[in-house]
């Protein structure tokens, strides 16, 4: 069994140190993609400052890397599902009691929620932007119209905000879960906590996810500063009490 979790976690680990490239990767692409002028929405921006119809002109521009962006963030989505799915598993075998079966339902729906949230954002944008750029005055007031008066902006609004809850309950019980049977430390096991409560209340959320999917794709491979946790050394229980 332990030989089994190290196979496939070093197949994990992988996938960890890849969701976090793929996700940088994705913030990459998107601001090389932008004038400057206009500025990020999302908790913690007001939005008066955006320049829309730069913001709408840029994004027919760049379509292409726009693409390439929410396709990279999408992937990085599907290997964060691998991560958790890993763990989870890893919980079960530990202490089946703990790998309520609601969490890997969950494990499937956080992260696949989020990267249907952003294929339908990105489309209802680009067809905001489409015809902000076919016809008529190319204004702000004018893409300030579009967008307001697009449904599909609006639900892609309300599902970015849903997708995340769901993410950051399904990020906060998995990281309970394997801090409680000594898969992590309380360091990393409030990390992703704190990561999953940030990622609805904070713009740097996104950032201390992605982190937190590292160090747990370090951990599956066996670099750990101070070795790994115990439970990674049994199959039984070893909950961690130090940091």
Known sequence: MLARERRRGRLVGVAGIASVAAMLGAVMLA???????????GPGFTDEPIDRARHLADFHE??????????????????????????WSLVRTRDAAVARPYLLWLTVLG????AAATIFGFAALQ??????????????????????????????????????IVFAVWLALLATA?????????????????GAGSFVLLP????????????????????????????????????????
């Open 62 to 87: 760049h379509a292409g890397t726009h693409t390439g962006s929410a396709s990279l963030r999408v992937l990085g989505l599907v290997l964060v599902a691998l991560v958790g799915l890993y763990l």
């Open 31 to 41: 601001s090389a993609a932008t004038s400057g002028s206009a500025r990020p929405t």
């Open 178 to 194: 394997a801090m409680r049977v000594g898969l992590l430390s309380r360091f990393l096991g409030y990390w992703g906590v704190a």
């Open 127 to 164: 067809h905001v932007a489409d015809l902000f750029m076919a016809s008529g005055a190319r204004t702000t007031p004018r893409a300030k119209q579009l967008i307001d008066d697009s449904g599909a902006m609006r639900v892609a609004s309300v599902a970015d905000g849903l997708s995340r």
């Open 111 to 114: 992260p696949g929620l989020v």
């Open 204 to 243: 740097i959320g996104d950032a201390m996810v992605a982190a937190w999917v590292g160090s747990i794709g370090v951990l599956a491979l066996g670099y750990w500063p101070g070795g790994r946790p115990p439970a990674w050394r049994s199959t039984t229980p070893q909950p961690v009490e130090a940091i």
